[in-house]
Structures are given as C-alpha cells and as structure tokens.
C-alpha cells in the first residue's frame, strides 16, 4: 500500500511530465509551423501565379524563341521576348541552374521553349519544371529531426 505522501510524490511527478510534454508539443507545432511558412514563402508563388501555371498546363501552346538573355543578381534571371499572332510578348523567370549555360546556345539554335496561353500570351512561362525549392531542401530534414527529438523526450 502506498501512502499519502508517496501517492502525492508520483502525481506531482506524472503532472510535471504531461506538463512538460504539452510544453515540448506547443513550441515543436510552432517550430514546424514558422519553418512550414518559410518554405512556402521562401520557395513559392503567389494564388495568382499558381492559377496561370496550372492553366498553362491545361491550355498552353509551346513556342520556341531565340530572344533570350540571363540578367538579374548573379544571373539568376532569364529575359525572353516572343512572338505571336505578330505581336511581341515578353517575360522573366527565375533560371534553374541547369538551364544557365544552355541560354547562349537558346539564342543561337532559337529552342529556347515558352508556353503561353493563346487567349492571353501575356500569361507565359519558360516550358520546364521548376525546381524543388532549396530552403525546402534544408528546413524539412530540420523539421523530422526535432519531432523525432521530441518524440525522444516524450517517451523516455
């Protein structure tokens, strides 16, 4: 039979764990949820834009133009202009670094490839597949790390 203050002494005890682990479940919920919105505001798009990429996955026509510069802070930008319907549309992106030596020869073979929408070629993209964001890269392990830690803590 245990006595009162034993009794007592493991109740404090089984309150400071829950307590802790509640504590331990709150800050790790707001780690990921700040790390989460990093990743998607770091790496993302606008609703606006993501609307326009799926479209032009649905309805774009591919065109291929030899206008095509790289420019911006540390040549991370492609500027390409194309026509169509005898008009002449222009556009920017941010350039994977596996097209970066690829524009000189897109302003010379003229395969640089641009998708638009025929009802409005103002709403246009260079045609490959963006890259996984790099914070998403590095922030996702961090997130797996310190949930597994805290599982560690929880269940030790």
């Known amino acids: 039979m245990i006595d ?3 009794q007592h002494s493991v109740m404090s005890r089984v309150l400071r764990n829950i307590s802790e682990n509640i504590y331990l479940i709150a800050i790790n919920t707001l ?15 606008t609703p606006k834009e993501i609307e326009a990429g799926k ?3 649905r309805e ?14 540390r040549s991370a930008t492609v500027f390409y202009t194309f026509i169509y319907d005898g008009k ?6 941010l350039l994977p670094r ?3 030596e690829r524009v000189p020869n897109y302003s010379k073979t003229g395969k640089f490839p641009v998708r638009f929408l025929p009802r409005d070629p103002s709403i246009n993209h260079p045609d490959w597949t963006e890259p996984f964001p790099f914070l998403a890269c590095f ?10 830690g805290m599982a560690k803590a929880i269940f030790r």
């Open 55 to 57: 479209e032009l996955k």
């Open 98 to 100: 596996e097209y970066k």
């Open 4 to 6: 009162a203050d034993e």
């Open 139 to 148: 922030l996702i392990p961090v997130v797996l790390v310190q949930w597994v």
């Open 88 to 93: 002449s549309y222009s556009g920017k992106a």
């Open 31 to 45: 780690l990921s949820g700040v790390f989460v919105t990093m990743i998607l505001v770091g790496g993302s798009l």
């Open 60 to 73: 774009g026509v591919l065109t291929y133009t030899n206008d095509v510069q790289v420019g911006g802070i």
